[in-house]
């Protein structure tokens, strides 16, 4: 059988056209095998490099951080109190605040922004005032190395509560003093110079150790020695405009009179009846005047009686502020009585070499 010139140029052209599917079917079934298809662990390694890696911001023995979004419980060893304490740090919120707890009942907050990160948390008394202060080191927000000291106080006075007090003067002072290279118990061996708490052996040291570590903050203070209550033992005056007094036993400094200012608005001066355990502040308004007359007790500042007069009349008003049950002629009786010792108004003195010669 012969085939035409024609039939055989049509039987060519779909050879032609048939290689030329089967070329491209080929090609299409490279192509997929050379861009298979992700799966989804590859895709979450994708997305994990696209996130922060903590290692580039955090040191490796961090306890909580911001990235963590987490919240941790650190036990806190403190020798000089009985209980169990511990720092609550929440994660990250808008307004979230640390936590000081003591027996799991909460005491305070740390009303602080909280750091980035924190790697040491350790509970001493730098103060030397048997009270539990903080050593925080971690990272800032800015991703710097850096440490935060919070001072515990006890209530300033008999209706008052606990706090800690950023002490940020002397963490200041600090960073000049030892360089840039943190750890926590190089930042309390600073501040205490080797000294602990109920381990001092006489009030001059306390007292030395507490106006160096004072005069880290660079404040501008002057000094006395006192005699408030009926021992040998003087009370140390600390006075920046507002005034500070400590006092010394058993090893520790305790803090009857906390940051009490005075020469301007209400209150004009403070005095003591020495070795009575005894002050009276003197104040005025606009339309009174009058004393205020308190106890130490237990170390604490109490507030007793009020002796109040006005410009414009001969009454006087008296306020009792103790417990006790006082007839309006006892609570004058006993105010009388009060007001019949003799006072020293109570001020700093002396500069810092001045008092450091006079506690050698």
Not at 33 to 57: L, W, Y
Not at 78 to 100: C, N, T
Not at 262 to 287: D, I, N, Q, W
Request: aromatic share 12%; net charge negative.
């Amino acid at each position: 059988m012969t085939t035409s010139k024609k039939g055989f140029r049509e039987l060519k052209r779909r050879i032609i056209t048939l290689t030329l599917f089967m070329t491209f079917i080929i090609a299409g079934c490279s192509k997929q095998e050379e861009a298979p298809v992700e799966t989804p662990a590859e895709k979450t390694d994708e997305i994990a490099e696209e996130e922060p890696q903590k290692e580039k911001f955090l040191p490796a023995e961090y306890i909580w951080s911001t990235y963590e979004k987490s919240d941790v419980l650190i036990k806190l060893d403190y020798p000089y109190e009985d209980g169990k304490h511990e720092l609550y740090v929440p994660k990250i919120s808008e307004d979230a605040k640390m936590e000081y707890r003591k027996d799991g009942e909460l005491i305070c907050t740390i009303n602080d922004t909280l750091p980035l990160t924190i790697k040491e948390v350790t509970a001493c008394d730098y103060t030397f005032d048997g009270i539990i202060d903080l050593i925080i080191v971690g990272k800032g927000r800015r991703n710097n190395e850096t440490f935060w000291l919070y001072e515990g106080r006890a209530p300033e006075s008999d209706r008052g509560s606990f706090l800690f007090s950023a002490d940020n003067e002397t963490r200041d002072s600090v960073r000049d003093e030892i360089g840039d290279e943190y750890s926590a118990d190089k930042i309390e061996n600073f501040l205490t110079g080797g000294l602990e708490t109920g381990k001092i052996s006489s009030y001059a040291e306390a007292y030395k150790a507490l106006i160096r570590l004072h005069e880290l903050g660079k404040t501008d203070y002057t000094y006395n020695l006192i005699y408030l209550d009926d021992d040998d033992i003087p009370e140390l005056v600390e006075d920046a405009g507002y005034l500070n007094i400590y006092s010394f036993s058993d090893g520790k400094v305790t803090h009857p009179l906390i940051d009490c200012a005075y020469g301007v608005g209400g209150c004009v001066y403070y005095e003591y009846a020495p070795y009575k355990s005894t002050l009276r502040s003197f104040g005025h308004g606009m339309e009174e005047y009058g004393n205020t007359i308190y106890s130490v007790k237990d170390n604490m500042l109490t507030t007793l009686y009020d002796e109040i007069g006005f410009y414009e009349s001969t009454e006087t008003k008296y306020i009792n502020y103790t417990d006790e049950a006082l007839s309006d002629e006892e609570l004058k009786d006993r105010i009388d009585e009060l007001n019949s010792y003799s006072y020293i108004e109570i001020y700093g003195e002396y500069q810092k070499e001045e008092i450091l010669d006079m506690l050698d």
